[in-house]
């Protein structure tokens, strides 16, 4: 049997992970590393077996995978961006951040998986067993947008692949030919609050999409129940996420969501 090792933060990222991996012909044994105050402790229930870790284990998350036979992971759900400062780092982490110049989530996720790689344990990519939930190109929930609706979302979608490539963010928010919200380090429901308070619910428009060569280990780009949502409260009444790339979490959630809302979502 083929065992996989999750490393496993909150939201609904790990209970799709797991809903794929059963979804396989080959039975496939989880083992789960969660993190104390981000994963929800239901997950144990879906697994075969599983431990619990602060942020900044890294010596104790290598030991449990090893011990479990692991040689593959996979990096699964959010870690709380405040935590990803304010954690207690243990002396291996602190020697594999001490050598980096810059500090992003590329970087940091790199670095991890350099030194898995170190004990022969392979992170694989975070869309393993997930292709079912990668919209192709074309109309993917809610409403059908209009020629305008579309023509901002490509202008939109040009400028978070710009803030990408830089490191800012990966999402806008945009009213027909301004950009009203950039993402940075607060987090896309930050930045749809901020960019539909602007747009006073007007043509405005979230575009979300992955950074140029996108590392497709870690850092993907998703969306979800809670992303319709909270689009909708700000206004925001069109989502443009990047064909193939992006994760639709949640799936029969948001249809009915976006349907509800009137929310479009397009993959471009």
């Given at each position: ?10 939201g ?47 010596g ?10 692991v ?32 500090r ?127 689009c ?37």
């Open positions: 049997m083929r065992t996989i090792g999750m490393l496993a933060g909150k609904l990222y790990p209970t799709a992970f797991v809903d794929g991996a059963r979804r396989q012909e080959e039975p496939v044994r989880l083992v789960t590393m969660a993190f104390t105050g981000e994963t929800d402790p239901a997950l144990a229930d879906s697994v075969d077996t599983l431990d619990w870790c602060r942020v900044g284990q890294l104790k998350i290598i030991k449990f995978f090893k011990k479990e036979g040689s593959e992971i996979v990096m699964v759900g959010q870690i709380t961006p405040k935590n990803l400062f304010e954690f207690r780092p243990d002396l291996r982490i602190t020697m594999a951040m001490a050598k980096l110049k810059q992003n989530a590329e970087t940091l996720f790199g670095a991890l998986a350099d030194e898995f790689a170190k004990d022969g344990i392979t992170v694989l990519p975070a869309t393993t067993f997930l292709d079912h939930l990668l919209p192709p190109e074309g109309p993917v929930l809610g409403r059908a947008l209009s020629e305008e609706e579309l023509e901002a979302a490509r202008y939109g979608f040009g400028i978070a692949k710009e803030t990408s490539r830089l490191d800012i963010g990966q999402s806008v928010v945009v009213r027909e030919g301004t950009v009203l919200a950039v993402e940075a380090f607060e987090g896309t429901n930050e930045c749809v609050r901020r960019g539909g308070a602007l747009g006073k619910g007007k043509k405005v428009i979230l575009a979300k999409v992955s950074k140029p060569n996108q590392d497709m280990r870690f850092d993907v780009p998703v969306i979800g129940p809670d992303t319709i949502r909270n909708a409260e700000a206004g925001v009444g069109a989502i443009a996420i990047e064909a193939k790339k992006t994760l639709v979490l949640g799936w029969e959630e948001a249809v009915e969501l976006a349907k509800k809302l009137k929310v479009g979502v397009v993959a471009l």
